[in-house]
């Protein structure tokens, strides 16, 4: 029980890590200070470890719904930002 707790705090911790820049992109609409080498890795990384742990998941019989949670919330950040940096416009044009 402990252990589960503690899976669950540590990834609502990791989930959340990427609110506040979400939340300042959102809000300023701007991703310029971004990188958008960082973001494809970042989402890459999420997606491949996501499908490991499922694949990993489904051959054990042992479900870690802590780390779905973590990495689906990841992903759908990973993939604002993504966004955000395609398409918001660009403030200091070079």
Request: hydrophobic share 50%; proline share 3%; net charge positive.
């Amino acid at each position: 029980m402990i252990n589960e707790t503690i899976g669950w705090v540590g990834n609502i911790l990791f989930a959340i890590c990427g609110l506040p820049q979400v939340i300042k992109t959102y809000r300023s609409k701007s991703a310029n200070d971004l990188s958008i080498l960082f973001l494809w890795m970042w989402l890459l990384g999420e997606l491949l470890t996501f499908v490991y742990i499922i694949i990993g998941d489904w051959e054990t019989g042992i479900a870690h719904f802590p780390l779905y949670f973590n990495y689906i919330v990841n992903i759908f950040m990973a993939c604002y930002l993504i966004y955000a940096k395609y398409t918001y416009p660009k403030k200091y044009e070079r």
